[in-house]
């Protein structure tokens, strides 16, 4: 299911994003290794959204890596971070991270909640009115999780039948040309200063494809080569 791929690999740079910048500031070793780690997130999800046609989504996830890059040129050191851009979901995906966040809240709420209560049985006797909260926990732990499975289900069920069709594409293609549209007024304002059209080039390499996105401010096309 490559929708539900992305929507995962969308979720995982995200957090992903979310960690870097204290693993920098504590920790410059560990952020070199974290660093190493996860470029693979950012290349496969851009080179699934490539394969996919979605062009801008991709170059966001591209633009993230190479914010990266810059603040590792400048050192960790530096007062300015140029990490600064986030990933959209589609009005699709933004449906389905709602429906996965508050099921998966649930479960962690309840396996934290019952946790505590397993730790403390490991130090000596719980109380009867513990001993039943436990036994409680347990029982809704269990219908949580059996949602949240059922809710992936649905997800799988959903992205399988709606692949292809003309609602689908609209919504990302309306989507992606909002995003094109702004990069390219920006390509065109930096034209306009500077007296010379403006282009911007991504590359993408993987384990099998070379990718190259080119942006001006009046087209965007990708040329994929095997190597």
């Not at 994003?17 to 070793?29: E, G, I, N």
């Not at 933004?94 to 505590?116: C, H, I, P, T």
């Not at 309306?174 to 590359?203: D, F, I």
Request: charged share 25%; glycine share 6%; aromatic share 6%.
């Amino acid at each position: 299911q490559p929708d539900l791929a992305i929507f995962f690999g969308k979720l995982a740079i995200s957090a992903i994003q979310r960690v870097r910048q204290p693993m920098a500031a504590l920790d410059p070793q560990a952020d070199d290794r974290f660093k190493a780690t996860v470029r693979a997130n950012y290349q496969e999800l851009a080179d699934l959204l490539i394969e996919r046609g979605r062009l801008p989504e991709a170059q966001q996830v591209l633009t993230m890596l190479k914010e990266q890059e810059v603040f590792e040129y400048q050192g960790r050191e530096t007062t300015r971070d140029a990490r600064k851009t986030t990933l959209d979901l589609t009005d699709r995906e933004a449906q389905w991270y709602k429906g996965f966040q508050s099921a998966g809240d649930q479960v962690a709420s309840l396996a934290a909640r019952r946790e505590v209560l397993r730790t403390k049985a490991r130090s000596g006797p719980l109380s009867a009115e513990e001993q039943k909260n436990l036994e409680d926990l347990n029982a809704r732990l269990q219908t949580a999780r059996t949602a949240f499975d059922a809710y992936l289900e649905a997800m799988l069920r959903e992205a399988a039948q709606s692949a292809g069709s003309d609602a689908r594409k609209l919504d990302i293609g309306a989507r992606n040309l909002t995003n094109l549209r702004g990069l390219q007024g920006t390509l065109r304002e930096l034209g306009e200063k500077g007296g010379a059209p403006v282009a911007l080039l991504h590359y993408l390499v993987t384990d099998q494809w070379l990718h190259i996105i080119l942006t001006t401010s009046g087209t965007q096309i990708v040329r994929s080569t095997a190597i």
